[in-house]
Every structure is written in structure tokens, then in C-alpha cells.
């Protein structure tokens, strides 16, 4: 018989500082510390979650579940927070375990500097996700300006005599940033522009494609809502026409993969590594 061979992709499943966050936790059980409680969900995958729960770590919704707290572990996700949620950690004498993401805390930074300069500040992203209200929350006394679209670009106006500072939210699409960018530089001219997206959404569509475009079978593995997933899917359908849409390894048990002989297997930023590796065991065996 033939051989298979299956190639998983080196970027698929957690970014670096997702699985930094997920680890700490971890960790924190390990060390035997309890009460353990995340600010927020850690990741966006229940089944991790779940896992969490059972080992006797809570999630806090909002500020006031955390004024209500007074003992404990608090871990940040990697979305980060605003500045005062650390006073409020530090004021009721509870413990922080800092998981924000590296590339989250220089954008609090450059903010944080900008408004103690007293310039505007302009945020590129989506004024509702928690990284970006995070960010707003560096921003002391300065209101930042938070843009989502070239409609709202078009509406900016800096202040006469004023310096302006201009971040992105880490998973706002890079070329769009570019077309915003673009727009507000029009009308502003004292205007530091720092291009804070990561790379990491980037990398995992762009090996995902190069994967998909050699397979003969490609297997994308991510919830059916997690938009990065549902992206990874339209690129991988595009360049190789087998393309399955999972979420754990049962979801292939009813394909015909017979006839699979270069497969391909990429995964969204909130799968975990033990279901990859499932799917990998099973389509290295499944003839
Ligand atoms: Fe992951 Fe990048 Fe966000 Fe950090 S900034 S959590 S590496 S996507």
C-alpha cells in the first residue's frame, strides 16, 4: 500500500501568547495555589475551559465579581486589561498572575506615554473587543479616538497644536489598517503611526495555504464559530478542493479518506494541541 503522508502545520493551533496564558494557569494549579480565578475566559474554547473548571479555577465576568473577591490568584488573559484593574487586584490584596500578551502590553505602553504627553490617541480595532477596551483603559486622562472602518477614518480630527498617536488592535487585518491609515494621515500631520498587529494570524494563513496548495486532502480543525477558523477553511477550500471543516476528531469518522494520500492539517488560534495531535494519529492509521 502506498504511503500517507500528513503534514500539520507548524502555526496551527494556539498563538504564542495564547498558549502562554493557558500554561500559566496551568502552572498555578500545579503549584497547589487556590482559589484560582481568570479575568475573563482564558481562550475561547470550552472544552479548555471546562477542563479549567474541574480543576476548581473560576472565571470573574466583570469588576464587580472581582471587588466581591478576597483571597486568591488572579491571572490575566492574554487580551490584557486596563491599568486600574491592576490597582483594584493590588487594593483587595489578591494575587496577580500577568498572562497579557507581550505584544499587547507595548501597545498599553506606547499609550500610556502618549497620554502622559497629553496627544490624541487613535485606536484602530473593534471598540468592543476586550483587547481594545483593555487599551482604552492605558489611555488615562486622553479619550482615545477608536476607529473600525473607513467611514469612521474619514470623520477623525485632531485637535489644532496637537500630536497624535496612532496604535492597532493585535488581529486587525493588516492591509485594511493600511487603507485607515491612509485616510486619517490626510488630515492629520503630526501623527506617530506604530503598526502594533501581530503576525501570528498572518503566518498561520499563509502556511496554511502553502499546505493546502501541495495536499490532495486538507483537514482545518477549529469551533464552527471561531471566525480565524472559518478564514483558515475559505483560504485551505480555495487551493485544495478536499477540504474538511472539523472540530474534533469524531467529525472524520464518516469520511472516506481512502484514497488520501498527501494530507494537510491546519487548526484555528483556540485549538488545543491534544486534539491536532487526535486528528494526526488517527489520519496517520485511517486507510
Ligand atoms: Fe496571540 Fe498575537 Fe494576540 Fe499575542 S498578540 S495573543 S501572539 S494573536
Given at each position: 500500500?502506498?504511503?500517507?503522508?500528513?503534514?500539520?502545520?507548524r502555526?496551527?493551533?494556539f498563538?504564542?501568547?495564547?498558549?502562554?496564558a493557558?500554561?500559566?494557569?496551568?502552572?498555578?494549579?500545579?503549584?497547589?495555589?487556590?482559589?484560582?480565578?481568570?479575568?475573563?475566559?482564558?481562550?475561547?474554547?470550552?472544552?479548555?475551559?471546562?477542563?479549567?473548571?474541574?480543576?476548581?479555577?473560576?472565571?470573574?465576568?466583570?469588576?464587580?465579581?472581582?471587588?466581591?473577591?478576597k483571597?486568591?490568584t488572579?491571572?490575566?488573559?492574554?487580551?490584557?486589561?486596563?491599568?486600574?484593574?491592576?490597582?483594584?487586584?493590588?487594593e483587595?490584596g489578591l494575587?496577580?498572575?500577568?498572562?497579557?500578551?507581550?505584544?499587547?502590553?507595548?501597545?498599553?505602553?506606547?499609550?500610556?506615554?502618549?497620554?502622559?504627553?497629553?496627544?490624541?490617541?487613535?485606536?484602530i480595532?473593534?471598540?468592543?473587543?476586550p483587547?481594545?477596551?483593555?487599551?482604552?483603559g492605558?489611555?488615562?486622562?486622553?479619550?482615545?479616538?477608536?476607529?473600525?472602518?473607513?467611514?469612521?477614518?474619514?470623520k477623525?480630527?485632531i485637535?489644532?497644536?496637537?500630536?497624535a498617536?496612532?496604535?492597532?488592535?493585535?488581529?486587525?487585518?493588516?492591509?485594511?489598517?493600511?487603507?485607515?491609515?491612509?485616510?486619517i494621515?490626510?488630515?492629520?500631520?503630526?501623527?506617530?503611526?506604530?503598526?502594533t498587529?501581530?503576525?501570528?494570524?498572518?503566518?498561520?494563513?499563509?502556511?496554511?495555504?502553502?499546505?493546502?496548495?501541495?495536499?490532495?486532502?486538507?483537514?482545518?480543525?477549529?469551533?464552527?464559530?471561531?471566525?480565524?477558523?472559518?478564514?483558515?477553511?475559505?483560504?485551505?477550500?480555495?487551493?485544495?478542493?478536499?477540504?474538511?471543516?472539523?472540530?474534533?476528531?469524531?467529525?472524520?469518522y464518516?469520511?472516506?479518506?481512502?484514497?488520501?494520500?498527501?494530507?494537510?492539517?491546519?487548526?484555528?488560534a483556540?485549538?488545543?494541541?491534544?486534539?491536532?495531535?487526535?486528528?494526526?494519529?488517527?489520519?496517520?492509521?485511517?486507510?
Open positions: 500500500m502506498e504511503e500517507r503522508t500528513v503534514t500539520t502545520a502555526t496551527a493551533g498563538c504564542f501568547g495564547v498558549k502562554r493557558v500554561d500559566k494557569v496551568y502552572e498555578q494549579i500545579e503549584q497547589g495555589k487556590t482559589p484560582i480565578y481568570t479575568y475573563g475566559p482564558i481562550i475561547h474554547n470550552e472544552e479548555v475551559v471546562g477542563d479549567l473548571e474541574s480543576k476548581g479555577v473560576r472565571v470573574i465576568h466583570s469588576e464587580e465579581e472581582l471587588k466581591q473577591l483571597e486568591g488572579i491571572v490575566l488573559r492574554s487580551h490584557g486589561v486596563s491599568e486600574h484593574i491592576y490597582d483594584l487586584i493590588r483587595r494575587k496577580c498572575v500577568d498572562a497579557t500578551c507581550p505584544f499587547v502590553i507595548k501597545i498599553h505602553q506606547i499609550v500610556k506615554k502618549a497620554a502622559e504627553n497629553d496627544d490624541e490617541i487613535i485606536i480595532g473593534n471598540e468592543d473587543h483587547e481594545v477596551r483593555g487599551i482604552r492605558w489611555c488615562k486622562k486622553v479619550t482615545p479616538m477608536i476607529v473600525a472602518d473607513l467611514d469612521e477614518a474619514e477623525i480630527v485637535s489644532e497644536g496637537k500630536k498617536c496612532l496604535v492597532s488592535q493585535t488581529t486587525f487585518n493588516y492591509n485594511y489598517f493600511k487603507e485607515i491609515v491612509e485616510i494621515i490626510k488630515n492629520c500631520y503630526n501623527i506617530s503611526v506604530v503598526n498587529i501581530c503576525s501570528a494570524t498572518e503566518e498561520r494563513q499563509t502556511e496554511a495555504r502553502q499546505i493546502a496548495r501541495q495536499a490532495d486532502t486538507m483537514i482545518v480543525i477549529g469551533g464552527k464559530t471561531s471566525s480565524n477558523t472559518q478564514k483558515l477553511y475559505e483560504i485551505c477550500r480555495k487551493e485544495c478542493k478536499n477540504c474538511y471543516y472539523i472540530q474534533t476528531v469524531e467529525d472524520l464518516h469520511s472516506d479518506l481512502r484514497n488520501a494520500k498527501n494530507v494537510g492539517i491546519t487548526a484555528g483556540s485549538t488545543p494541541n491534544k486534539i491536532i495531535e487526535e486528528v494526526q494519529k488517527y489520519v496517520r492509521r485511517e486507510f
